[in-house]
């Protein structure tokens, strides 16, 4: 399994940005892409996630109203919408699928930089 994100970039506070994540390896239909991010010195932390089939999410307290998760089964791509972007929101950003059997995610994309700037 290959997770592929990108997207990242430099952005105004306010702003917005879209991620995506290619993943290719395996069949996803019966499971859940997730969304991370990590600041230097700190835990890694959940942003949401998406499941494949169905299409329902969940979001973190702190993303919830800004960001939006979908997918695109077609490409094996799933996006982080990003919008109304805060200073706070800095981080590196990845991407992991949990797969249909396992309970925890199994899979982790590079990472891509997102800088929010004032």
């Known amino acids: 399994v290959q997770l592929q994100a990108s997207g990242g970039g430099l952005v105004q506070a306010g702003g917005s940005l879209r991620l995506s994540c290619a993943a290719s390896?395996?069949?996803?239909?019966?499971?859940?892409m997730g969304w991370f991010r990590q600041t230097p010195g700190k835990e890694r932390e959940f942003v949401g996630n998406?499941?494949?089939?169905?299409?329902?999410?969940v979001y973190a307290d702190f993303v919830r109203g800004r960001f939006t998760i979908s997918r695109d089964s077609a490409e094996n791509t799933v996006y982080l919408q990003m919008n109304s972007l805060k200073p706070e929101d800095t981080a590196v950003y990845y991407c992991?699928?949990?797969?249909?059997?396992?309970?925890?995610?199994?899979?982790w994309g590079q990472g891509t930089q997102v800088t929010v700037w004032t």
């Open positions: 992991a699928v949990k797969l249909a059997w396992s309970s925890k995610y199994d899979y």
């Open positions: 390896g395996s069949t996803f239909t019966s499971s859940t």
């Open positions: 998406i499941r494949w089939s169905g299409g329902s999410t």
